[in-house]
Structures are given as C-alpha cells and as structure tokens.
Nanobody
Framework: QVQLVESGGGLVQAGGSLRLSCAAS????????MGWFRQAPGKGREFVAT????????DYPDSVKGRFTISRDNAKNTVYLQMNSLKPEDTAVYYC????????????WGQGTQVTVSS
C-alpha cells in the first residue's frame, strides 16, 4: 500500500522560506514521477512542481518558477519542495502526489500540509 506523508508546513512571513518533505513508502519510489500541488481556500487544486525519477527533469508553473525547487533523494524515498521568497498568495494546503505509471494521472496523494504566508 502506497503512503505519502508530508511535513514541513507552517507559518512564515512574506519573503521567508520553507522546505516541505514527502516521505513515500509501499512501492518502488525511485521509478515514480513525484509532484507537489496546492489548494488555497475556495480555489481548485493547482500544480506546483514535478520531478521525474532521474531528477534531471523538473517542471514548474510560472507562478513559482525561480522561487520553488523540487528535488528528491531516492535513497531516502523522499521528495522535497524548497520554497523561497514566499508570498501571501502562496498560502495553501500543499499536497505530495505520486505517479508510478507513464500516464498523466496522479493516483496517490498525501494528506497535505498547511503553508501560511503572512504579509
């Protein structure tokens, strides 16, 4: 059974930094595409970052490009999201997701961790 457990959320002032972690278990993590998504109150879930198994391929939307960095440690079955220069509009619940296939869906999700950026 695949499990994803996020940690590292919290309250930070605008301009600050946080690093989120997502520990995975229950499968061959090193071959999975991993992603981070977020959902702000009253809004839909938004893609934040993704990384392929090899760590050589990452992708970000323009809203976080240059501020957020996704990385992974396959030896620890963990994916990270380093968030710098945080803005109040980054406030959301952040979710880790895993895709063990070559398709575009994300069948596995963590429970989420709250990130609040104060102005």
């Amino acid at each position: 059974q695949v499990q994803l457990v996020e940690s590292g959320g919290g309250l930070v002032q605008a301009g600050g930094s946080l690093r989120l972690s997502c520990a995975a278990s229950g499968g061959t993590f090193s071959y999975w595409r991993m992603g981070w998504f977020r959902q702000a109150p009253g809004k839909g879930r938004e893609f934040v970052a993704t990384i392929k198994w090899s760590s050589s391929s990452t992708d970000y939307p323009d809203s976080v490009k240059g501020r957020f960095t996704i990385s992974r440690d396959n030896a620890k079955n963990t994916v990270y999201l380093q968030m710098n220069s945080l803005k109040p509009e980054d406030t959301a619940v952040y979710y880790c997701a895993a895709n063990p296939t070559s398709g575009t869906s994300w069948p596995y999700w963590g429970q989420g961790t709250q990130v609040t950026v104060s102005s």
